[in-house]
């Protein structure tokens, strides 16, 4: 089993985390999206869409898409449980990480694509809609700030996959000057909860 | 037990026809969102984010999304599995439910939503950002018709979430003037038949 892994991208380390959080070490092999790697024939082979990271079981077949990587290490060791136990906890686990990746961490990334000069002459950028997607992230945060207020983690009293969505796109927010704002208690405090886990340093 | 649902948008058909394929019924209660009566204050008091469909279980719990909605049903009624069986299975089910949403589904209801007249006013619309999204679903209804050269179904050799979320967007095309080209012959022949399954009609 090899994971395709790029160390500065914020896709990847949402899997490292939730390995780190499982217990579970596999072998990597670093794609350098600066020089394109990903968008080569050799790798375009394997994931089409070029994303990074990609999982390589040993029979050959490949797993993209991060969560649907996490979603195999979880269904293969369950504990500790990351995407919920049992029919209602494990849909109200991915509704809160389905919110947390399109409603901050999706926008946060897609400023910086529409608006970084990383992506210049990479992707058609459009800067008025990375400015949308900016103001919009920022009105998330207010509200998961509030959300926040009543309990301890994004999607109830456990640490889930959706906490690690939304921390890797806090964090990512930085090369958009996309932060939690300094009345936001319930977010600071959560987030300073979840960035001092050992995994955060993934 | 009660879905509110809503007839002309996309995200409930996704959920409509899970439950089709399922064979279970389910109440629900139509949002008229023509009348924006999602973004007035009883329904955002049990969904922030507004959207639609939305489950309500019998004890007040909410699942929003609809990915988590047929999470939830695929859980408590796992036959005819729709979203995989075991670890492998379900990673690669979700890696092609991510693919057809992120890659055509959202982009041709992004295309909608930044260029249409239904959303003037009511978000900032970036058409320039539309036709961006609209020329990039274009190209990825070639990829998939291409991907489709070898196996039934969009994960492999059974129907799947998969394929009801590139049949929803695929339909949900029509509005932005987004369509399988004639010279698709693999997307035409999936689209053919998974659009004659009873379900399709959900």
Same mark, same amino acid.
């Given at each position: ?20 959080? =499982? ?110 997607? =900016? ?41 958009? =000057?996309?932060?939690?704002q300094p009345d936001q208690k319930n977010l600071t405090r959560w987030y300073d909860e979840v960035s ?7």
């Amino acid at each position: 089993m090899k994971l395709y892994d790029s160390a500065m991208a914020p896709n990847p380390r949402r899997v490292r985390i939730f390995l780190a959080e =499982k217990g579970i070490e596999v072998p990597t092999v670093q794609i350098d999206i600066g020089k394109a790697e990903n968008r080569e024939a050799p790798y375009l082979a394997k994931n089409p869409m070029g994303g990074v990271p990609m999982l390589e079981l040993d029979d050959g077949t490949i797993i993209a898409e991060s969560v649907a990587i996490c979603r195999y290490f979880e269904q293969s060791q369950p504990e500790p449980a990351l995407m919920g136990v049992g029919a209602q906890d494990c849909a109200l686990v991915e509704m809160w990480q389905r919110r947390m990746e399109l409603e901050i961490a999706s926008p946060i990334m897609g400023t910086f694509r529409n608006t970084h000069d990383f992506f210049k002459g990479r992707i058609p950028q459009v800067p008025e809609y990375g400015a949308v997607l =900016k103001e919009s992230a920022f009105k998330r945060l207010e509200w998961i700030d509030s959300e926040l207020a009543d309990r301890q983690f994004v999607a109830g009293d456990r640490y889930t996959i959706a906490d690690i969505t939304l921390l890797v796109g806090i964090d990512f927010g930085r090369v958009s =000057k996309i932060a939690i704002q300094p009345d936001q208690k319930n977010l600071t405090r959560w987030y300073d909860e979840v960035s001092s886990r050992p995994s955060a340093k993934a």
